[in-house]
């Protein structure tokens, strides 16, 4: 079985989610027209990235009768959709949040779990912290998602793919930095480092949308990539530019890694939880 | 020892994409930039005619009695060479009066009232040229606040504030910043035989490296000394950058409410666009 995957770099409105939403529904278009299966937005696509104290007002609860969620809920019949959206839970708790619709529903919601308060960064000044990780099905496979930080640590990654995930769809709205001799960003290089080697470890397809633009003096790179579950590169998006990346997985592809490089099936799972249960219980570092 | 090269196709890109962006976004299509004949705003100037085309930018020079005609002839260089709209607006009659009013005044004095001169020159061709300001302060002189503050360091963005001026130069060289002006020692050309390097009492070459290890790479002045670095020189340009934070933020605001400009309302000021 094949899928066909559209990754959307896009760029983003600030804090307009109505101008930002009919973005989308142009650029689904445009994946329809190209034959995707399914399209996959960064971080944050729906409200832009520093929302700072435009987070409250920006917010959605996603649900079917949300004015902004219908639309996409309508386009989901027709292709798979993954977005980012600032979500506001009913104790009015406000999260850094992505969604996966298909077929009208939303399947899967991720609650970013990692909030970088550092640095350029101050998302933990801002949003409440997601508090778990979950694989889910869809109708390519399992998958899990998550949101740029979620992926800078191992630990999520890992647990998804125990969770039965096989395709990892990592979204970002990640400022470009680290300038120096190389011909890319220092933390575009990290990002396509980690992303090569999450496919070659867990064995699996690895798929990265970033977003383009600039925010007062952030730019973001773009850059959005797949790598099999051989750990190769199979599209690769231009930096720094508007531009839907069209991919055709081989999903039969697991199959032959995974005979080849059983790392899945000899995984010591309870292992790790014997030596994580003594790690924290005795041996607090 | 930290190395300050930078991959110039890529800083290049940003930097054009940055400026299109910032401008149009609020929906302009223009830039006004103060040109003096040096590095800085020769680059700024080759930026933004790449960015927004040569004919949507006004490159201004703005010579005082004393300026050095090779500044003048060096700007007319840029101008040439970037293809933008150009204007000379001699700033001796605007300045001279509060010269006179104020006979002792001494040069920094003087300094900085010519570079608040220029700062209303440019804010009001922005206004009549319809297009927003650019600047042309380095992040060696915003970190050592070798700047008039409301006079050179004022603009709408900043493109080439994060460029030590040890890189600023390769962007230069790269964009084709004529000769002539990268080789020159800098100067602010506000009195006769200035230059930047004699008033700090170091090169850019020094203190880049310097910077780059105390504010990239954190290390403590301790271990700059370790590394090698005079610990004189290191405790000078540590208190510099220190007693200059000023320069660098907006003036504090005495907080009375609950909800306070700059602490606790916090918007981009790309917000809605």
């Given at each position: 079985m094949n899928l066909k995957v559209a990754l959307a770099q896009i760029n983003t409105k600030l804090g307009v989610v109505e101008a930002n939403l009919e973005r989308h529904l142009d650029w689904i278009d445009q994946a329809c027209n190209q034959g995707a299966d399914l399209v996959i937005f960064p971080e944050l696509s729906l409200t832009g990235y520093v929302v700072q104290d435009l987070a409250p007002t920006v917010a959605l609860r996603p649900?079917?009768?949300d004015p902004i969620f219908q639309p996409l809920l309508q386009a989901s019949r027709k292709i798979d959709i993954v977005l980012g959206f600032v979500e506001e839970d009913v104790r009015n708790r406000f999260y850094i949040s992505a969604a996966y619709l298909s077929g009208g529903k939303i399947a899967h919601v991720h609650r970013k779990v990692y909030l970088p308060t550092y640095g350029l960064f101050d998302e933990g000044r801002f949003f409440a912290w997601g508090d778990s990780i979950r694989a889910f099905d869809t109708r390519f496979g399992r998958a899990g998602l998550l949101i740029c930080e979620d992926f800078w640590h191992a630990s999520p990654p890992y647990l998804l793919w125990l969770d039965g995930a096989d395709l990892f769809f990592f979204i970002s709205a990640s400022p470009g930095r680290g300038l120096?001799?190389?011909?890319?960003?220092e933390n575009t290089r990290w990002v396509e480092h980690i992303n090569r080697a999450y496919a070659s470890l867990f064995t699996s397809f690895v798929l990265y949308t970033n977003r383009v633009g600039y925010e007062d003096g952030l730019n973001f790179a773009g850059g959005a990539n797949v790598f099999d579950p051989?750990?190769?590169?199979?599209a690769q998006g231009p930096y720094h530019q508007e531009s839907l990346i069209m991919a055709t997985l081989d999903l039969h592809q697991l199959h032959r890694t995974r005979t080849r490089l059983p790392l899945l099936r000899d995984e010591r799972t309870a292992l790790v939880q014997r030596e994580l249960g003594r790690i924290l219980a005795a041996d607090r570092r | 020892m930290t190395d300050l090269t930078i991959n110039t196709d890529l800083a290049r890109g940003i930097l054009t994409d940055f400026i299109r962006s910032e401008i149009t976004r609020t929906g302009f299509t223009r830039a006004v930039l103060g040109l003096s004949g040096g590095i800085d705003s020769a680059l700024s100037c080759f930026l933004a005619a790449e960015a927004l085309g040569a004919n949507n930018v006004l490159a201004v020079r703005m010579p005082y009695r004393?300026?050095?005609s090779e500044s003048l002839d060096h700007a007319q260089l840029v101008i040439e060479a970037t293809g933008v709209q150009s204007l000379t607006v001699e700033i001796t009659p605007m300045v001279e009066p509060l010269f006179d009013a104020f006979p002792d005044m001494n040069n920094v004095r003087r300094g900085n009232i010519m570079a608040r001169q220029r700062m209303i020159v440019l804010y009001d061709q922005s206004a009549a040229f319809d297009g927003l300001v650019v600047g042309t302060g380095n992040k060696t002189e915003i970190l050592l606040g070798y700047t008039t503050l409301f006079g050179d360091?004022?603009?709408?963005?900043?493109?080439?504030?994060?460029?030590?001026k040890t890189q600023l130069r390769q962007l230069a060289a790269a964009l084709g910043v004529p000769k002539a002006i990268i080789e020159k020692p800098p100067s602010?050309?506000?009195?006769?035989?200035?230059?930047d390097e004699g008033e700090l009492g170091y090169t850019y070459a020094e203190v880049d490296k310097l910077l780059a290890l105390l504010?990239?790479?954190?290390?403590t002045p301790q271990e700059c000394v370790e590394a090698g670095f005079a610990e004189a020189f290191v405790q000078a340009v540590v208190e510099r950058v220190r007693r200059n934070q000023f320069k660098r933020v907006m003036p504090p605001i005495a907080k009375l409410s609950n909800r306070t400009i700059g602490y606790d309302f916090l918007y981009l000021r790309d917000w809605g666009t």
């Open positions: 649900l079917p009768e120096n001799a190389a011909p890319v960003l051989d750990g190769n590169l199979i | 004393t300026s050095s360091s004022a603009c709408a963005i900043n493109p080439v504030g994060d460029l030590y602010a050309d506000l009195w006769l035989g200035q230059t504010v990239d790479q954190r290390f």
